[in-house]
């Protein structure tokens, strides 16, 4: 009886909170469709504030910059934050794999604002020009340290008796990360690569301060745009990357299922012959 309570209790409670979390959201959406051109009275249905937004050669400039900037941050911080795994997973001394993770992890939790001015103090010392490259390297920084965390559990769980067997079998080092290593951990590189993206797609702080005059992402855009007044087509805007954030999501989660399919399929030591006998 009180299990039953406690799972009442606590359905309801996530009913709330998604109640509170999505209907914003919810609400967004369906006044981005109001004929009537504002947020008090919903009038009718529309797609002339869709129109609009595919009518703004800026706008749509800005998109593409912003999804470039987002794939190239998260397949470079991925490939960085990878290798720094690798290696925080291989530190032998219990002490300094300790001060390595919590650096790592200083970064996951300091203020954007603070990583933003630092990084724009930097930028402006060396005289590094602020806009898309300033950007980019700003994102693949704040980035590293998701894929980091998002790797360092998959190397956690792996049977080193794989890689020991794959060395005396005479594998290099090539083939001992390729065949073996990289396979086992990729879950957690698509993890840290799909986290990448979507933090890089609305991230808004850190952009502000280090995208400089004549450059814009989608987030410091919305921004600029809802400081003049309420439009619609910012409404619309904000349905359609809330639509391809939901695409991503969805795509990352059968990604993984099939990677989950996959790894159930066989044993360690059948993985481990077929990656070898290739």
Not at 95 to 100: D, V
Not at 158 to 165: C, F, G, H, R, T
Not at 229 to 237: F, P, Q, R, Y
Not at 244 to 258: D, N, P, R, T
Request: some cysteine.
């Amino acid at each position: 009886m009180v299990k039953r309570k406690n799972n009442l209790f606590g359905n309801l409670y996530l009913f709330l909170t998604f109640l509170v979390l999505y209907l914003p959201i919810f609400y967004l959406m369906i006044y981005s469709f109001n004929k009537a051109g504002n947020m008090n009275q919903f009038t009718g249905w529309t797609l002339e504030h869709y129109q609009a937004v595919f009518s703004d050669g800026r706008l749509l400039v800005i998109v593409c910059d912003t999804l470039i900037i987002a794939f190239l941050s998260a397949l470079f911080a991925t490939i960085i934050g990878t290798f720094g795994a690798i290696f925080i997973h291989n530190v032998k001394r219990g002490r300094q794999k300790r001060i390595l993770l919590n650096l790592n992890n200083v970064l996951m939790v300091s203020p954007d604002v603070i990583i933003g001015a630092s990084l724009l103090i930097l930028f402006t010392m060396i005289g590094f020009k602020l806009g898309f490259y300033s950007v980019l390297l700003a994102h693949i920084a704040f980035n590293v340290p998701i894929v980091v965390i998002m790797v360092l559990p998959k190397l956690e769980e792996l049977n080193q008796s794989l890689v020991v067997a794959a060395r005396d079998l005479g594998a290099n080092a090539w083939q001992v990360f390729s065949k073996v290593l990289l396979p086992l951990i990729t879950p957690g590189i698509l993890s840290g690569f799909f986290m990448a993206f979507t933090y890089s797609l609305d991230d808004f702080a850190v952009t502000f301060f280090v995208s400089g005059n004549g450059f814009s992402t989608l987030s410091v855009e919305i921004f600029s745009r809802a400081r003049r007044g309420v439009s619609l087509e910012i409404n619309a805007l904000s349905t359609l990357i809330f639509l391809f954030s939901l695409g991503v999501i969805l795509a990352y989660y059968a990604i993984s299922k099939q990677q989950l399919k996959r790894s159930k399929r066989g044993k360690d030591n059948v993985l481990l012959s077929h990656s070898l006998g290739r």
